[in-house]
């Protein structure tokens, strides 16, 4: 049995309904707006909803309770997170229009409480609305070393990284570490035997020596 399959079938009947209501729409959409990799359709429950599904239990450290999606894209994985637990304050940033538009509706559609946020995560004005998060995600966004600079103006000392990585994970933090100073957690992906999440605090520019 395929990772998805097994999760959807451990799920909540209620959270196994919400998500096969998610998946429709995806499927239906997906023939006007590239919302995902049409090659990654066929395994949508384990490459998309239990690939983000696993990052939940990394959010428990937080108390906040205030989740950012930078770039979220298709909702992967602040909807998926904000679909497993209603109690979690989730933001998603997304750039473009179009999939703002299928995310306010999955919303809808699913009863779920997100905020939609319509623009880039660099503004100023969106990161003054955000600031300071409690966690922050991003799947399939920039290398780390870019991506830690680009969420830094959010950042606090109690907030917390959460990055899934494919098998360059080790170049990534080693690139990343010459222009950052972090502490770091490095969790085997259920999805990907290569993979891995990083699960990065204290982030602090590097000094110059």
Partial sequence: MEPGEAFRRDVSRETRERLEIYETLLRRRQRRVNLVSAASLPALWTRHFLDSAQLAPLLADDSSGHTVDVGSGAGFPGMVLAILDADRRISLVEANGKR??????????????????????????????????????????????????????????????????????????????????????????????????????????????
């Fill in 100 to 209: 703002c538009t299928f995310l306010r509706e999955v919303a809808d559609a699913t009863g779920t409480q997100v905020s939609v946020i319509e623009g880039r995560f660099e503004a100023p004005d969106i990161q003054a609305a955000l600031a300071p998060a409690g966690t922050i995600v991003a799947r399939a966004c920039a290398p780390l070393v870019d991506l830690l600079g680009l969420v830094f103006p959010v950042l606090d000392s109690h907030t917390y990284c959460i990055f899934p990585k494919g098998r360059r994970y080790r170049s990534e933090l080693e690139e990343a570490r010459r222009r950052w100073d972090f502490g770091v957690d490095i969790v085997p992906s259920q999805t990907a035997v290569e993979a891995r999440i990083l699960r990065i605090s204290d982030v602090e520019r590097r000094r110059r020596s």
